[in-house]
């Protein structure tokens, strides 16, 4: 297994993932509406299945990937506000909408801008862990670098420790299924406890062990109820409940996609952790064909890059 096909399958999960999430969002008018729909496994309403920011950013990670086989900061500053530029109506949050602009105009920006967001100290946000399971797959022979290269490319946009701890769990959760693929790796609670303790001190952290004493027999709500499902838009509040779920489900994305989406919260972003991380291991291969059919395809380049690697190998 190849770091470029092991992140390829990660890119398309996420973006499954987001944009199967996504289509929960005009039910939640009705929680229990949707709640219900969920736990039924009614599949959402016919596509195309847009898929947001989460996987706007993800694909300038993987770019960045493909080009240079590590974060390059400034590219990938320049990356995020030029896919920016061409689309910002993919639901940026609060910050990238202040941040990202700048990027476009200035890359070199990011080194300052980045820690001024939220009064100084930086986003706490989900963004930056959203957007990484690729980068996790990528390295995944190597934990260490993976952890490093997962906290270069947080610190872009989201500066404050947590922002750079939610990114580091979820690189590491990506790196180890895409492990499985080959070899023996750790599932469930021994992936959480082995992410826990490679990721720094904080928030995040004490979620990861939460989650890991969790039964994987908890019902979804109620370990969202714990966890936090992400409602709070903060790292700390969805990566938790995203590797849970995606840690007792790693040889079922189906499974993984309607766990987590039964936690609500900030469904196309904890759906697209959950994604990320399980497609890094099993690619899309249990997908349901309709899902397949109403996703929004990933955009040609991706597939052009894939060529080339393999002519290269």
Known sequence: M??????????????????????????????????????ARRTPEEGPWHWTDDTAMALSVFGVLTAFDAVHQERLAQAFGATYRADNGRGYGYGMH????????????WRTRAHELFDGQGSLGNGAAMRVAPLGAWFHT?????????????????????GVAGAVAVALA????????????????????EVADRTPAGAVRDGLRRAGELSPATEPWRAADLLGNGQRIRASDTVPFALWSAAHHLDSMADALWTTAEGLGD??????????V?????????????WLACREPLP???????????AAD
């Open 174 to 193: 990506a790196a180890l299924a895409a492990r499985g693929r080959t070899g023996p790796a750790p599932v469930g609670a021994e992936l959480l406890a």
């Open 142 to 162: 190597d934990l260490d670098e993976a952890a490093e290269q997962a906290a270069l490319s947080a610190e872009v946009t989201h500066a404050h420790p947590e």
């Open 300 to 310: 040609d380049w991706v597939a052009e890059a894939e060529a080339e690697a393999e």
């Open 98 to 109: 202040v941040l990202l602009p700048e990027l476009a105009a200035q890359p070199a920006s």
């Open 2 to 39: 190849t770091s470029f096909s092991a992140a390829r399958d990660s890119l398309e999960g996420l973006a499954l993932g987001d944009g199967f999430g996504e289509r929960w969002f005009p039910l939640f008018r009705s929680p229990r509406e949707a709640f219900e729909q969920i736990r």
């Open 267 to 276: 469904v196309d972003t904890t759906c697209a952790i959950t994604g990320g």
């Open 278 to 290: 399980v497609a890094a291991r099993t690619g899309l291969t249990d997908v349901p064909q309709e």
